[in-house]
């Protein structure tokens, strides 16, 4: 599965991005069966998983992103998107898509090429 990331970039405090994920080459009646997560890895951090949306729309999130972030899909499309407001310097990272599967958790099987997020205060 190829995964195409986009929409990082450089914002304030308290503005908004939204992270698009592609996943290129799959036929969308593919696509609607994959779960999908994004990660998000911070300088000298480890990664960890940001959001997930399951194959039947399920989402959760961390808990430092909790009623900021927002992870949904668009099968028709292919994509899934990662609406985030009320950004943080603490949100500065390298912003991963994956597919994987819902195990105990979430479970990443594909990696997408990062895209990076840096916010100022």
């Known amino acids: 599965v190829q995964l195409q990331a986009s929409g990082g970039g450089f914002v304030q405090a308290g503005g908004s991005l939204r992270l698009s994920c592609v996943a290129s080459r799959a036929i969308f009646s593919t696509f609607m069966t994959y779960d999908m997560g994004w990660y998000r890895q911070a300088p000298g951090k480890q990664r960890e998983l940001v959001a997930s949306i399951s194959s039947t729309g399920t989402t959760n999130s961390a808990d430092s992103v909790k009623g900021r972030f927002t992870i949904s899909r668009n099968n028709s499309k292919k994509t899934v998107y990662l609406q985030m407001n009320g950004l943080k310097p603490e949100d500065t990272a390298v912003y991963y898509c994956?597919?994987?599967?819902?195990?105990?958790?979430?479970?990443?099987?594909?990696w997408g090429q990062g895209t990076l997020v840096t916010v100022s205060s």
């Open positions: 994956t597919r994987g599967y819902f195990g105990t958790d979430y479970s990443p099987l594909d």
